[in-house]
């Protein structure tokens, strides 16, 4: 570049410089302005969906804990019309109530009376006082129990009393003589206040929701700060969340409410064993007024730096103006040179303030990126590991999630059973192991089974105050080799027995044993050993006492043992195989399928994929589990990974059809050598990634030429 010495060159140059100086420094504030202005709305934006998927947990967490409790409330109850049941079928000539229902704090707290009704509609028995000869016969709490098909126990909609003349919740189970012909119906009104009391105690927000509403679409509780009747007994069957919540266990939606027209999100918590669903909602106002304060200090920021930003525009501006006055005499080169350091000067100073809204917005970007789902499973995992670690500090199970049924190893609770007696128990207590060998699943929440375990064990430490033996046994009881209590169906049950050599409980202390609220000690509630008796009759089975004074006590769980292909696909197939079985609600005849893959993310992927599909669904993490799942069982494709340790999937799929399998293939790889691809012999293949609509694409045509029609059509 030549240098040019003469300052008249420079001076008619001199009034564009000054513009393009003006023009570039103004641009290059308005865009820091732009761009400040943008991460402060995309941070907003971010910050305001944080709160919506915050709200959806919160929500749910909420649903959840709300749910376990109705569930045990309603549980409480079934358990008392059973013992009215009893104690009304062995009654003769007038009945009347036994003492204890009057005297339980449960019933005082949360029912506004019990009774039973006759054969014939009429009320035979009350906790209030009134007329006996109210007619029911009318009622729907009643009608259903004419039929023996009935659901037990029969939850209504909410109806005003006749004798109470208060609205109430009927929970109803039917009375049948010994013949089983019927004989009236026992009866709980639940008070809808308590509900709506006990709710109101937790209200998450000023227009908050916590409502108890039932599978046909009726709303059975509701407490709001608005009013805790609004909407009692309103039919939703025809509103459009209803299908939402009758097709999921949980979850949440977003709605607005005919009642008072406030749209929320909800989210809601189905109990597994009575029709029922508990929803709790936030208002989106209220999580927008969460964030106003927020955003108004975050605007507020965003106005300092625009300010600042302007200022040092005008700075800078004013001073490159100056310095071009004074450098006329110059050479251009030098010129160019002074506003290069300038501008690198006031980059400096613009990098210092905008560093905190480059990071964050790099952050967010980051963020959208992934997609919501992504965000919200990180944010859930994050909280995840925060509730593991004080679990893990607290030493203590009090999981607010739903309780799923498994197939579990009794054996394996009840040895865990005895290693923590072991090392909580004095040196004076001896607890030992009576396990028999290859004993059958049960069907079971294995945290539920442990507390009952635990239970019996304390009572049998309460019994040997000086120490003394427990012992914890399992055994197999068949129908035609033992006698079975007599309340029990004809089949094989697992019977777990806690015994020891304590004081043992004299005959008429023995019979009230499983009675709600009947306790011997001074701080004990009663409900124990009743909810231990209740737990085995809600999982099929009984429990029994077999005591004598100073001569100990037993008291023996049965629980019916699990079929072998039905404990095939409940029970983790480690066991078996070291495979694990899922098994999915498929229908009858739907096709079975082993997915095989060591990476466990990618396995249940698959599986995922494929089980939306109504196929039964076996996982293998190995080579080895895999083939010994194809030599045992009877499964029409295989979705073998080509990479595995120990054994690939092409190793699999040979040694399995050498052994007499026939069944289809599918190999799936993230690299595909071009020695495998020959190994493969044309087998259908699908290179890793892949979408869940290609892999339910690529299953669907396979079966469609391998096995029956209707099999293929499933997929």
């Known amino acids: 570049m030549q240098l040019l010495n003469s300052a008249n060159l420079i001076k008619p140059k001199l009034a564009d410089l000054r ?15 732009a761009a400040l202005w943008a991460a402060i709305a995309y941070d907003a934006h971010a910050s305001h969906q944080a709160a919506v998927d915050q709200a959806e947990v919160q929500t749910l967490s909420l649903a959840i804990a709300l749910r376990e409790h109705v569930h ?138 916590i409502s108890l509403i039932g599978r046909d679409g009726v709303l059975r509780a509701r407490s709001s700060r608005v009013g805790s009747t609004l909407g009692i007994g309103h039919d939703f069957s025809d509103a459009s969340f209803m299908k939402t919540i009758l097709s999921a266990a949980q979850g949440n939606y977003r709605w607005r409410s005919p009642l008072d027209g406030i749209e929320r999100i909800y989210g809601f918590s189905a109990d597994s064993q009575y029709p029922v669903i508990v929803k709790a909602a936030i208002a989106i106002d209220d999580i927008g007024a969460a964030r106003r304060s927020a955003d108004m200090v975050q605007s507020a920021v965003g106005v300092a730096l625009t300010v600042v930003i302007l200022w040092f525009v005008y700075r800078s501006v004013r001073e490159l103006s100056q310095r071009v006055e004074r450098q006329t005499q110059l050479h251009r080169s030098q010129k160019f040179e002074a506003i290069g350091q300038l501008t690198a000067g006031v980059a400096h100073d613009f990098n210092n303030i905008l560093t905190a809204i480059k990071g964050n917005a790099e952050r967010a970007r980051n963020a959208k990126s992934d997609g919501d789902r992504r965000a919200l499973l990180g944010i859930v995992e994050l909280a995840a590991q925060r509730a593991q670690r004080v679990v893990s500090n607290l030493l203590a199970y009090s999981r607010q999630q739903q309780l799923r049924p498994r197939a579990i190893d009794v054996n394996e609770i009840a040895q865990n059973v005895v290693d923590l007696l072991q090392a909580g128990l004095g040196s004076q207590w001896t607890v030992r192991c009576a396990l028999a060998p290859r004993l059958a699943p049960v069907l079971a929440d294995g945290s539920q089974i442990e507390t009952a ?29 033992a006698r079975l209590p007599p309340d029990l169906p004809e089949g094989s049950y697992v019977a777990i027995s806690v015994k020891d050599s304590g004081t043992g409980m004299p005959p008429e202390v023995a019979a009230k044993a499983f009675d709600p609220f009947f306790t011997t000690k001074e701080q004990g509630t009663g409900l124990g050993l009743s909810q231990v008796y209740g737990l085995a009759k809600q999982l099929g089975g009984t429990a029994t006492i077999d005591t004598q004074e100073q001569a100990g006590t037993t008291v023996t769980l049965y629980l019916p043992a699990m079929p072998t292909v039905q404990a095939l696909k409940q029970v983790p197939a480690r066991a078996i195989a070291e495979a694990p079985v899922r098994s999915e609600a498929a229908r009858p005849g739907a096709p079975t399928v082993l997915v095989a893959d060591d990476n466990e993310q990618v396995r249940e992927f698959i599986a995922s994929a494929i089980s939306d599909a109504d196929c039964e669904i076996i996982e293998a993490d190995n080579g080895q589990s895999a083939l010994d799942v194809l030599e045992r069982y009877p499964v029409h494709l295989a979705v073998l990974d080509v990479s595995m340790p120990g054994m690939s999937g092409i190793d699999v799929y040979a040694r399995a059809r050498a052994s007499g399998w026939d069944g289809a293939v599918l190999f799936v790889s993230g690299f595909a050598d071009p020695a495998n691809v020959a190994r493969m012999g044309g087998k259908p293949f699908l290179a890793k990634p892949f979408g869940a609509q290609t892999l339910r694409d690529q299953v669907a045509q396979i079966l469609a030429e391998t096995t029956k029609p209707s099999l293929a059509s499933q997929v």
């Open 453 to 481: 375990l635990l239970n019996l064990a304390i009572n049998a430490r309460d019994a040997l105050p000086a120490g003394g033996l427990i012992v914890l046994e399992t055994r197999l009881v068949d129908f035609g080799e």
């Open 72 to 209: 045990g409330m309603i549980s409480n109850a079934d358990l008392i019309l059973q013992r009215v049941d009893d104690d009304y079928t062995h009654s003769s000539g007038p009945y009347a109530l036994p003492e204890w229902v009057a005297q339980s704090e449960f019933l005082q707290k949360t029912s506004i009376k019990v009774g039973v009704i006759g054969a014939d509609g009429r009320l035979l028995a009350t906790s209030l006082p009134g007329p006996g000869t109210v007619d029911v016969s009318d009622r729907e709490h009643f009608r259903v129990h004419l039929h023996r098909d009935a659901p037990q126990p029969f939850i209504s909609k909410p109806v005003v009393g006749r004798t109470s003349g208060k609205p109430s919740i009927q929970i109803t189970r039917r009375i049948e003589r010994p013949d089983g012909s019927f004989a009236g119906v026992g009866v709980v009104s639940l008070d809808p206040a308590y509900l709506n009391q006990f709710f109101a105690s937790i209200d998450p927000g000023p227009n908050s929701v």
């Open 19 to 33: 513009r393009d100086v003006l023009v570039w420094g103004c641009a290059l504030g308005l865009l820091s302005i």
